[in-house]
């Protein structure tokens, strides 16, 4: 399993950004795809999830501002955000769960790095 994200960057306050994460190595056994971020001195936190179904989970500080979606048939999932605030600012990492073989496995990217200045 192999993660690839993109779209990390700065942005000004009020601006925005897509990520973008693309699974390889997993056929169409992902069940959830999620974004997590990781602000300094902060724990890891999650920001939103979307499952093969669509149904979306978002943390109540992105609610109205940031769009998870996904594209189950290429195993990418996305992260619109926008009305960007300097506490958005982190490493966001792309997380997928699934089963195949019988067995559940869960992988994480490596990390892109969203800088919002204010």
């Known amino acids: 399993v192999q993660l690839q994200a993109s779209g990390g960057g700065l942005a000004q306050a009020g601006g925005s950004l897509r990520l973008s994460c693309t699974a390889s190595?997993?056929?169409?056994?992902?069940?959830?795809m999620a974004w997590h971020r990781q602000a300094p001195g902060n724990q890891r936190e999650l920001v939103a999830s979307i499952n093969r179904g669509g149904i979306t989970n978002y943390a109540d500080s992105v609610k109205e501002r940031f769009i998870i979606s996904s594209d189950n048939a290429a195993n990418t999932v996305y992260l619109q955000m926008d009305s960007l605030k300097s506490e958005d600012t982190g490493v966001y990492f792309c997380?997928?769960?699934?089963?195949?073989?019988?067995?559940?496995?869960?992988?994480w990217g490596p990390g892109t790095l969203v800088t919002v200045s204010s």
């Open positions: 997380y997928i769960e699934g089963r195949t073989g019988g067995a559940a496995y869960e992988s």
């Open positions: 190595g997993v056929g169409r056994s992902i069940s959830i």
